[in-house]
């Protein structure tokens, strides 16, 4: 602090200063005149003084804004506006790269489906495969068997004939016989075949019937006729019973020419078939 701001101080200090009332002060007025004065002055110039001091202080603490805070604030505002650009950069990458992830995971779930679909084919198969492969196995086990009594072997079957007169039966009988024997009555598939049964020399039934829809002819397993080896005109479904629903093999014709549609009551002899 300078002399001039002590001394104003001071003076403000004898101002405030309780007046000693033991005491008896004579004043001169001029004098008293010129001191008021004096206080008045020093008092303006002591606020003069503060506020300069404040206005100093707020100065020093007061933000610049002039030109070079505004050039500051430009720096600023361009920094966070490439900022920006890079962070949606950035953010555009990531949203392509993310999209480029999902194709290529979309495509490898196909895949794996369709390695999925292959499998299960391929186990498919093999199941298939295994069980044929023990279905030939046990063909072959029953190959390598002699043939039971009374039963003859042609190709992949065995047959049983029967051959005495007395026992002869009705179609539904035969088939009933057969049935009981683990077997069931022929089916004809091959022209080998039905010169085999023709060679036996007997009327016989077999295992074709068109009894649940007239001229609809279907083998005892259910499938549907698909060759015959009929002797002409049959079938002809002839009097007087106009109800011929079974077929034998007759031995008075020729071998490819040989079946005969009967009624299913007639008693014939019969063969069954076992396929091994």
Not at 28 to 51: F, H, P, Q, W
Not at 186 to 204: M, P, Y
Not at 236 to 262: F, G, S
């Amino acid at each position: 602090m300078d002399r001039k701001h002590s001394k104003l101080l001071e003076m403000s200090e004898d101002i405030y200063a309780e007046p000693d009332m033991t005491k008896k002060v004579k004043f001169n007025r001029g004098e008293m005149k010129e001191r008021i004065v004096d206080i008045y002055v020093s008092a303006d110039t002591l606020r003069d003084g503060e506020t300069s001091t404040k206005r100093e202080e707020t100065a020093d603490t007061a933000p610049n804004n002039g030109p070079g805070d505004q050039h500051s604030d430009r720096n600023v505002s361009k920094n966070s506006s490439a900022e920006r650009d890079q962070l949606e950069t950035k953010y555009n990458n990531l949203t392509k790269e993310k999209d480029q992830l999902q194709a290529s995971y979309n495509n490898l779930t196909q895949k794996r489906d369709q390695l999925q679909t292959r499998y299960n084919n391929l186990t498919n198969e093999r199941d298939q495969l295994q069980t044929e492969k023990a279905f030939l196995k046990m063909r072959l086990t029953n190959l390598k068997r002699t043939c039971p009594e009374g039963w003859q072997k042609f190709e992949s079957s065995w047959y049983f004939l029967s051959t005495e007169t007395k026992k002869t039966k009705t179609w539904k009988e035969s088939r009933e016989d057969c049935l009981e024997r683990g077997a069931d009555l022929v089916i004809i598939n091959s022209d080998k075949e039905q010169t085999f049964l023709f060679n036996l020399n007997k009327r016989l039934w077999i295992g074709l019937t068109d009894s649940d829809i007239e001229g609809t002819w279907k083998w005892v397993d259910g499938t549907p006729l698909i060759t015959g080896y009929w002797y002409y005109p049959q079938p002809d479904n002839a009097v007087p019973t106009q109800n011929e629903d079974c077929v034998e093999i007759r031995n008075d014709q020729l071998p490819l020419k040989a079946w005969n549609d009967l009624s299913c009551d007639s008693q014939l002899n019969w063969i069954c078939e076992k396929a091994f």
